[in-house]
């Protein structure tokens, strides 16, 4: 059967053209002017940072906004018999669209799929909702399709449920889900945020591979330009609801003409290279590109010799997967096997790998937030595995994490001030004869370090971009003053921008208070250049640890030539 209803690919031929597209929320204008084309059978990539209003334009092409947003402008899609504003049509023939003219990868697979129902469901029932196909028939396509995207055991995937297959299955059941009907156009909205590295690189071979082998026209959004490079023919770039530049994309890439794009491509840490600070958008706003004049300093980190602050030796940690009906464990998952390692005073240990490598479990097991089954973990001679709990309360104060996700983990009823001075109040800092005015100078001082100000005490976690809550995490984890402090995935989800600023701040307290760091994280550009040295992990296991600039430019083994790899490249 095949895939699209035409024969051949004219990619001369637009089958998409937006013009002066404008979207308002509550009056305030999120898209403004909007102009695009996009031909049959390539790919347009839509760039900017979260809130430049690019994920809005594709969601108002498939009707997607709420009742109350008003829309403007006309978007033309050249369908095989018609031509069809998208932007005039009511919700009952926008349904005859959605799917069967416009598919659509949503940003986060796990909210996008339904719980409660098995994935291959799911898929099935977009199907049967535009083609008149029997039960039987429809499972038999979906199945096929589930082997075109790659996925292992259709049968098996077929009948999961979401929460039993790993992030990057997700992800192609999205896939599938999105093509089922066969549609001209694909909307890949962020499909490979947060996602490893090599994850990324399968999502886009496969995009790619489905692109050219069906003819399929894709939008693919993203905030990452280097992202960008690997996917797009040609690129719009959008800051502040505006295309501010937009052309081939081999000729935006190497030769960018306004301001903001000089400043994404900036962003992105050096492959090749590790300036002392990396370049935000806002040095090439303010200075209108002067940044890119600056000859980067290469920072030296050199290993702080002597005695280790931590020294881990042998630490296993086993999760059971299945028991007897007496509650024997039969077979077990070691999340964390037989690591051992030392970590120096002053040092950055970046701590690799993909998801489910053990990484995270190895954080929180140096916190005992997780139970070791064997091993030892030692802190300023203190062995920790033999702490009881009140013990290891006290020690936490000086071992502080910054969690991934800047959302879920700062208390929404509390205030920013509030959610920062906690952790003193708990240990019983900063109480004299001010009381807790004390601890709100620490807290004003804190804030003012990390980037914000004395406004923000007040204000609820709700009111902040994503940057600036991560921002607000870090100075919580720093407000007891902690020796250790163990970033997990604390960038991943950021965008470039915000990213640099978060890993220029980090470096900044470090060398102000001579912090020391374990950054975990999966992409080995940022763990490269805020490293001294390199851990990297799979399924458990210690695979390589060496200094930064020799693993990056140097690897002993294949399962971190791999990751490197799959670093997207300009």
Known sequence: MPFLRYGGVDRNENILEVQNLSVVFDGRTVVDNMCYALKRGTTLGIVGESGSGKSVSS?????????????????????????????????????????KHIGMIFQEPMTSLNPVQRCGDQVMEMLRLHEDVSRSEARQRVLDLFGEVSLPRPEKIFTSYPHEISGGQKQRVMIAMALICKPDILIADEPTTALDVTVQKTILDLLHQLQRRHGISVIFITHDLGVVAQVADEVVVMYHGKIVEQGAVDQVLRAPQHPYTQGLLACRPPLDERPHRLHTVADFMEHSGAATSEQPIVMARPQEQGTPLLQVRGLTVSYPLKKSIFGKVKQELHAVDNISFDLYRGETLGLVGESGCGKTTLGRALMRLVDSQSGSITFDGKRLDTLTESQMRRVRSRIQIIFQDPYSSLNPSLTVGDAIAEPLRLQRRGRDAKGEQSVHDQVVELLERVGLDASCYNRYPHQFSGGQRQRICIARALILNPELVICDESVSALDVSVQAQVLNLLNDLKDHYHYTYIFISHDLSVVHYISNRILVMQQGRLVELADAD?????????????????????
Do not use: F
């Open 59 to 99: 969601l108002a092409l498939m009707g997607l906004l709420p009742k109350q947003t008003t829309v403007k402008g006309n978007a033309w899609l050249m369908s095989s018999s018609d031509r069809i504003d998208l932007l005039a049509l009511g919700e009952k023939p926008m349904r005859g669209i959605r799917g």
């Open 550 to 570: 020799e693993l990056y430019h140097n690897p002993q083994q294949p399962y971190t030539r791999s990751l490197l790899d799959a670093i997207p490249k300009i």
